[in-house]
């Protein structure tokens, strides 16, 4: 999509532009801040670089949506369908994901700050070399996740599904386990040898 006649800065621009190109929109290094874009269907859209501080995607479609870069503060992603997201290098802190879809989706070298993920479907997601800084998954789905490299500090998985999940031992400091099992790594296991399999 051709952003023309201007950057949609509110939640009426965007829902036009919505109803022009439904497959997705380029809405990149934006300030977004505050903006509530609730119940929209943006998936495939790309919010590379933006700024979304305070913004509201509470029941949003945002599969395969781009976050990357993004400075995501106090943001809400209640009920958001996210699947296949991409957050790379993203900044997420103080922000609600409350029974959100986050099945597959991308977290690389990703800063995740001070965030409650409660009963959030994150199957086959990855966090790879990211950091997690007082995050609490509380009765979560993180059946086959991957946390390769990820670095943990006063964080939790608490009844949560962990089948199939991979935390390598070099990266269970600074993660408590409250009525969740975590599987032993196979023999053998380098966690460099995963950092290209996103």
């Known amino acids: 999509m051709d952003m023309t006649g201007g950057f949609p800065s509110t ?14 929109l380029k809405l990149k290094h934006l300030d977004l801040r505050g903006i509530d874009l609730s119940a929209l269907d ?7 670089g933006s700024d979304l501080s305070g913004s509201n995607f509470t029941g949003s479609g945002l599969r395969g949506a781009c976050f990357s870069g993004c400075d995501l503060e106090f ?20 922000s609600s994901l409350d029974r959100t879809i986050l099945t597959e989706t991308s977290f690389m070298k990703t800063d995740l700050e001070a965030l409650k993920f ?31 490299g990820t670095r943990f500090q006063d964080c939790d ?6 089948e199939g ?3 390598p031992p070099d990266s269970r400091a ?25």
């Open 11 to 24: 939640r009426e621009e965007i829902h036009r532009l919505l109803l022009k190109f439904p497959d997705g």
């Open 42 to 48: 943006l998936s495939g859209s790309d919010f590379g």
């Open 75 to 94: 943001v809400t992603f209640d009920e958001a369908d996210m699947l296949g997201a991409i957050f790379h290098a993203a900044h997420i802190k103080n």
């Open 118 to 148: 409660r009963n959030c479907n994150l199957t086959k997601a990855s966090l790879i070399l990211s950091e997690l800084e007082d995050c609490h998954f509380i009765e979560c789905n993180l059946q086959r996740s991957r946390f390769h």
């Open 157 to 162: 998985f608490t009844d949560s599904d962990t």
């Open 165 to 167: 999940a991979i935390v």
């Open 174 to 198: 600074g993660l408590t386990l409250i009525r969740t099992i975590l599987e032993d790594v196979d023999e053998g296991y380098n966690s460099s040898d995963y950092y290209g399999t996103m």
